[in-house]
């Protein structure tokens, strides 16, 4: 009886959230754009004309319809970076996993809702190393009638930090695939698509003016491609709010670290002296053993300027301190300093895995025309993970297709001295399993840490650390208030471990993250939520890694009704 309740209020709240959703309509139109940067007229990849691209801004709730019209000449798809895709797997967007990608001068509409979520997001290319300058905010904002859980900021600027080659990225990545090498690094940063005044020729500069004794939303995304990133405010500190649009416990601190892939929302008081002061991102090397990087060094620094309302434009902006490119303690204890907002973590576990993230060689593939005897390569207990070429997994998994993956992705690390092997494996998750993945990043040659991003879910951070994890550290695990993210950077030479269940897509889900639905129990988390099958892409979100195989793929299984199996795919899904 209590399960039939539950499932009443779902029908009640989802029928609710469809008479309160609106629709909002986009078109993004991706064609080549040149922009003069860095002393160079550079030809790049864009969306509608703009760096960053256009911003889906939208209420929680609503649906988003996103015609997408290739005029570039590049394959591509889009990917919705931290949106369920609830009833909408064909629209998740990564290349080859969930669709066969837009062929040029192609076009694919992508639908799909917001139920369930608030806070900072964002979109991006998922193809090619097209995600350098595709890529744009994705806002959802608490639906009308309903309140931030944080005092409402007087004024919200997005922050968007990017990296700038002053070459084709397609070619980058070409290039380092035909060689086996990693790419070259990229030749600045940016915010909002701008690298600011410390860089040689630069002439713009990003401008957030605001009123003293104010408080501004800033909703800060790293859209880097390979790059964990240092972010300061000089003279003023941060309160962090939500971190991957998954609300946090208030944290203050004066210095943001986000990997790749991350958003972070904090508030910013301008209770400083009128005057002008640098936003500054730095890069965050991970990479060990690496070269010592002089963090003083402007030709890192990419700046904008936060300007007292008042003050000369032409007043020289107050400079941060920024911490040491390589202080793995800052970004350690940023990250281990954030706490979500009290929720019922599921429990028991049905799935207990471990996956080893492993960077090594391989014999160079006979397309590797430029490769010397071996190429890089990256692994997931041992797997080096390939794409299909023929059809995406998920058509794949619809049509029952043979031939196109295998599903014995292995649940542990394999023993020492086992050779790395390519393969198209996913692991297999029954409907509405709780799932518990330990993620370790031994400390090799070379190692550093991997964001890691999974498609479909948020999840639960119980707990990271240093070395190797060993059973006794379940014992820290946080059952209380534990952080949800869509992207863990698994720190070099250490370990973290993530929760969640296995429902994904279905008709509604409980936004865990949402204040109003915490102190439910996990059963009747449960109940509140179906599933349907889909093919959800788990991989590091070091673009760079992810053609050298850092990835692998959850295959969720159908549940026992009509409304949790996996839809049929849209009429204008793209084909191979």
Known sequence: MAQLLWLALGVLLLASSVADAATANYTFTVQSMKINQLCNSTDIIAVNGQLPGPTIDVFEGDEVVVDVINASPYNLTIHWHGILQKLTPWADGPSMVTQCP?????????????????????????SSFLRATVYGPLIIRPRNGTAYPFPAPDQE?????????????????????????????????TINGLTG????????????????????????????????????????????????????ANYTTDTLVLAPGNTVDALVYTAAAPGSYYMAVEPHHTLSPAATTDASDSGSLATGILLYNGTSATATPAMPAMPNNSDSTAANDFYSGLRGVPAAVPSPVDVNMTIQLGLGQLPCDAAQTNCSVNAFAAAMNGVSFRLPTQMSLLEAQFGNASGVYTADFPDGVPPNGTAMVEGTKVRSLPYNSTV??????????????????????NFFVLAQGLGTFAPGNASAYNLVDPVARNTIA???????????????????????????????????????????????FFHCHLDAHVPMGLGMVFAVGNGTTADSMLPPPPADLPVC
């Open 102 to 126: 837009i062929q040029p001068n192609g076009t694919y509409t992508y639908r799909f809702n917001v139920t369930g979520h608030e806070g900072t997001l964002w979109w991006h290319a998922h």
């Open 157 to 189: 600027v997005p922050v968007v930090l990017g990296e700038w080659w002053s070459q084709n990225v397609v070619d980058v990545e070409k290039d380092a695939v035909m060689a086996g090498q990693l790419p070259s690094h990229s030749d600045a940063f």
């Open 490 to 536: 698994v720190p070099a030479g250490g370990w973290a471990v993530i929760r969640f269940v296995a429902n994904n897509p279905g008709t509604f889900s409980v936004p865990l993250f949402q204040p109003k639905y915490m102190g439910l129990d996990s059963n009747s988390v449960n109940d509140l939520v179906f599933g349907l099958a889909g093919m959800w």
């Open 436 to 457: 518990e993945v330990v993620l370790q990043n031994p400390m090799a040659f070379p190692s550093e840490s991997h964001p890691i991003h999974l498609h479909g879910f």
């Open 197 to 248: 005044q410390l860089y040689q020729c630069a002439n713009e500069t990003f401008t957030a003016v605001v009123q003293p004794n104010t408080t501004v939303l800033l909703r800060v995304i790293n859209a880097a491609l390979n790059t964990h990133l240092f972010f300061k405010v000089a003279g003023h500190n941060f309160t962090v709010v939500a971190v991957d649009a998954c609300y946090t």
